[in-house]
């Protein structure tokens, strides 16, 4: 069973930062394309940004390149986004997806439970 445990969400105000961690099996980290996802109330998730783990290839949705920065710790078989430059807009829940496909319209085969980001003005 595929388990993703994400952590790392909170408040913070605009302008701020907050790194999300996702932890996985070994099984699931290995040669797969991990990710973020999120959604706030009343919209559809989005993906956020992605990574190959076996080459490192990264992808990014235009809103948030050059503020987030997702990255891999092969030893932790974790991900982690750092968000930086937050706004209020980037408040939803976070999901940390494995199996992430790319293209138009990004979808995963896995999601963690979520976590919250909320970023007050």
């Known amino acids: 069973q595929v388990q993703l445990v994400e952590s790392g969400g909170g408040s913070v105000q605009a302008g701020g930062s907050l790194r999300l961690s996702c932890a996985t099996s070994?099984?699931?980290?290995?040669?797969?394309?991990l990710g973020w996802f999120r959604q706030a109330p009343g919209k559809e998730r989005e993906g956020v940004a992605a990574?190959?783990?076996?080459?490192?290839?990264?992808y990014y949705a235009d809103s948030v390149k050059g503020r987030f920065t997702i990255s891999q710790d092969n030893a932790k078989n974790t991900v982690y986004l750092q968000m930086n430059s937050l706004k209020p807009e980037d408040t939803a829940m976070y999901y940390c997806?494995?199996?992430?496909?790319?293209?138009?319209?990004w979808g995963a085969g896995y999601w963690g439970q979520g976590t919250q980001v909320t970023v007050s003005s």
């Open positions: 997806a494995a199996s992430v496909r790319l293209g138009g319209s």
């Open positions: 070994e099984y699931t980290y290995s040669s797969n394309t």
């Open positions: 990574i190959y783990t076996a080459g490192g290839s990264t």
